[in-house]
């Protein structure tokens, strides 16, 4: 019998903590008299900033070591997981690794009876909006909690490696035990409060808990899948010779009018999206000059609409923008389509200022993902249509 926990994580942002917990599993597993071993997706390099990337951790109570490693050590891939775990609850929305085409939603590799872990301070139904629908059951459990974000190399010691054995240890006592899990941790840190982090997790998705943290969820539960799952060709069916067809060139002034790779989204990479307020723009091309990603459309009237499938979430553009409030980055889970913002605005100005001010909220949460620091969260302001307040740009430097 093979046991297999998958831990999806923001590529460069997670990599560090997503390793640190496959390996952890395998060596907790290990003392509890176990075979294990763990492996990342190499099809994720070079695993660009943000995008959905896997790691993943293998237990076995029966067999041989070799024959663990001969059965799952040489898949890029793997076809069924026990255990889910969603570092960043954004993806709930579907993801596109780097290792097959399309977008596929969170739970596709959940099993019968199975269970998705994710990191959220949503609730169960929040997030089934964007879930996929499974034709069995399965159960969802929340560890409540913020992405843990970080920088390249760099591990944001929140605890959440921590608390995500413990709840690993909660869905699935066999495959790690709480008990093993504290004392590993108290052996390799010295570190009581590492181990009362893992309890905690473990107390707060026992059967119970109050409030319940574990839903049960059945077929009737989540969404149809609106994206295509893309066909790769068969080995016969390949072209000839070494000809890669390019992608069809074009440019047109309006929304979607510039020409990109439909077969590369990316969109599935963004923590947060730029919320617009096209009333407060002053054109001044900043955000569509410094986007990295080009996914900012110039209209005949001057102003930039957004693609949000090629969106990545960088967060450029709001920190260009010289204008109060113009462009503000808002949690992804607020939003439930790529639909065009401009023409929103176009339609019926305001109510598309209503519905965005409503999106953003009163916080304004950012992520330092070089320092690896935390979130940081101020409070917003909402500015009368067409009042134009320009903001002065510093830059912190850290010694």
């Given amino acids: 019998m093979i046991k297999r926990v998958e831990v999806n994580y923001r590529g460069i942002f997670q990599k560090n903590l997503g390793k640190k917990i496959g390996s952890d599993i395998v060596m907790i597993a290990s003392r509890m008299g176990q075979k294990a071993f763990s492996n990342g997706r190499y099809s994720d390099s070079p695993e660009r900033n943000g995008i959905p990337c896997k790691y993943f951790a293998f237990v076995s109570p029966d067999l041989p070591e070799e024959e663990l ?39 596709e590799k959940v099993i019968k009876d199975g269970c998705l872990l994710v990191v959220s301070r949503k609730k169960p139904e929040e997030l089934l909006k964007f879930i996929g629908k499974k034709p069995y059951n399965y159960r969802i459990a ?66 119970e808990a109050k409030p319940p943290r574990v839903k ?47 077969m590369f989204k990316r969109g599935t990479t963004k923590t947060q999206r730029p919320a617009v307020r096209f009333d407060l723009c002053t054109k001044c091309t900043l955000c569509w000059a410094e986007c990295p990603d080009e996914c900012f459309d110039p209209t005949k009237d001057g102003f930039y609409d957004i693609e949000y499938q090629y969106c990545v979430g960088c967060g450029k553009c709001a920190e260009i923008c010289p204008v109060k409030e113009c462009i503000v980055m808002v949690d992804e889970l607020r939003f439930e389509d790529d639909s065009s913002p401009y023409e929103h605005w176009k339609k019926d100005s305001k109510d598309y200022i209503q519905w965005v001010e409503d999106k953003k909220g009163k916080d304004r949460v950012s992520y330092p993902f070089v320092t690896g620091k935390g979130i940081t969260v101020t409070q917003g302001e909402v500015m009368p249509e067409g009042k134009i307040v320009g903001i002065k740009k510093t830059e912190e430097a850290e010694l």
């Fill in 69 to 107: 490693e001969a059965e799952c050590g040489a898949k890029l891939e793997i076809d069924e997981t026990n255990i889910s775990v969603v570092l960043d609850d954004t993806m709930c929305k579907g993801v596109e690794p780097w290792g097959w085409h399309g977008i596929r939603p969170i739970n």
């Fill in 142 to 207: 929340i560890l409540d909690g913020d992405a843990s974000l970080a920088g390249l190399w760099v591990n944001k010691d929140d605890l959440t490696h921590e608390r995500i054995l413990g709840g690993i240890a909660a869905i699935d006592p066999a495959l790690i035990s709480i008990e093993a899990v504290e004392s590993y941790l108290m052996e390799k840190t010295k570190q009581k409060h590492r181990a009362e982090a893992a309890r905690a997790a473990f107390e707060s998705l026992r059967a």
């Fill in 216 to 262: 049960l969820v059945t077929p009737k539960e989540g969404i149809d899948w609106p994206h295509e799952k893309p066909v790769l060709p068969k080995w016969f069916e390949m072209q000839e010779g070494a000809v890669v067809p390019a992608v069809k060139r074009g440019f047109e002034v309006g929304p979607r009018g510039q020409s990109r790779n439909a």
